[in-house]
Each structure stands twice: as C-alpha cells, then as structure tokens.
C-alpha cells in the first residue's frame, strides 16, 4: 500500500515570497491534516478536512496560510507571503473515515522549508 | 485537551528492555491513550493505543495505571532503529481525531 506523499521534501525561499506544497493522502482515506513542526518541537495542527470540507483551522494563521483540498483526495498548502519563522517542517497525514478503529494517522515524509 | 507529561530524554543499550514512562493526571474517562514515534528526518508513526486494559502489538506494550492517571510504553528489546521521540498523546472518544503533540521523549539506544 503507498504511503502519504508529499512535495518537494526540500524548499528554501527568501521572506516575502510565496510557497506552495503538495500532499496525496492514503487512497480512500477520508481526513488529511496538515502540520507543522519547528525544529525542536512536536508537530501542531494547522488544519483538518475531512473530504473536501474544513473540519478544524483554528491554528492556521489565516493572513498567510491557505488550504484546499479539491474534489477530497490531494491537498495544497500555501504561504504568501512567508516570513524567518514559517522555517519549518510540514507534515501531511491522512486517516480513514473517524469511528474505525484507533483512527490512525499516516505521516508522509514532510517537507522542510527554509525561509531565508 | 489534556496534557502529558514525559521525560525529555532516555538512553538505553541495545537488546534491552526500555520503558518510556507517561503522566497524564488529568485524563478523563472518554480519553485513549496514544503513542507515536518519529524517526529521524520521518514524519510520527502510530505505535500502540489503549484505554483501560493493558496491549501488545508486533511493535510494543502499553501498560496503562489502574487509576489511569500514567501509562509506560515498553519495547520489550531494542534495536539501534527504536532510536527516536516518542509521544504520549490523549485523544478523546467518540470520533474524535485531533491528535496534539507534545515534547515527547528522545530515546537514544547504545549498541
């Protein structure tokens, strides 16, 4: 079964520009969360949907960031524009549909930004 | 949500049995515990979860209190890959997916 996949792994960008990343979630998997996770830290929540509507973005700072996940399969987060403290890694995870089972989340390899 | 409380880091040798303590006084009665690992430069992977009685599973037990109020995630012999962080994380009930991740505990394993 493929994993959760995300792109690029890598980016490094100056301030002020934007970024856009890329996540394809676990085929028939319902919920894709985006997180972010700065160096040091565990991963914080930045937003939930579950298919294409948006179930929890209480910590996405909405000035800068956006999400969307058309038609409730792959998603895209993007940062316009980015400043130092966006420097960080965003991790994409995917779950089956809430009420089955320990309602698991899969993590894709994440994708480091560097804001210069 | 209610908060853990784990130790920053832990050494163990290789081959050992390690047991990675975690506080959570403050649980209710809806709250499952959970535990992921993340490998270096890897995002988190689900690990073990449990709610009142103790599991196994092919990667790890999980004991839980009698009053719930602390859990102890055990690799019964470890390996130069259990070196990670791992996090005790509660996650409420009834559907309930938000998963809110804390320090964790950075076990580091001697060959």
């Known amino acids: 079964e493929a994993g959760v996949a995300q792109s690029p792994r890598y980016k490094i960008i100056e301030k002020r520009q934007s970024v856009a990343f890329w996540c394809n979630p676990i085929s028939g998997h319902a919920t894709l969360y985006w997180y972010q996770q700065i160096l040091g830290q565990g991963p914080k929540l930045l937003i939930q949907f579950q298919n294409n509507g948006v179930v929890d973005d209480s910590q996405l700072p909405k000035d800068r960031f956006s999400a969307e996940r058309l038609k409730g399969v792959d998603s895209t987060l993007k940062i316009q524009p980015a400043k130092l403290e966006d420097s960080a890694v965003y991790l994409c995870?995917?779950?089956?549909?809430?009420?089955?089972?320990?309602?698991?989340?899969?993590f894709g390899p994440g994708t480091r930004l560097t804001v210069l | 949500d209610a908060k853990t409380t784990q130790p920053n880091s832990m050494e163990s040798n290789e081959e050992e049995p390690v047991h990675l303590p975690c506080n959570h006084s403050t649980i209710s009665g809806t709250d499952y515990i959970h535990w992921y690992r993340q490998l270096p430069s890897q995002g988190p992977e689900y690990v073990i979860h449990g709610l009142t009685s103790n599991v196994n599973n092919r990667m790890a037990s999980l004991a839980i209190a009698e009053d719930r109020k602390s859990s102890t995630l055990i690799l019964h012999r470890a390996t130069l890959r259990d070196a990670a962080v791992y996090y005790c994380?509660?996650?409420?009930?009834?559907?309930?997916?938000?998963?809110?991740f804390g320090q964790g505990t950075r076990l580091t394993i001697n060959p």
């Open positions: 995870a995917s779950s089956p549909l809430r009420g089955q089972g320990p309602n698991e989340q899969f």
């Open positions: 994380i509660l996650r409420g009930g009834q559907g309930a997916q938000k998963l809110v």
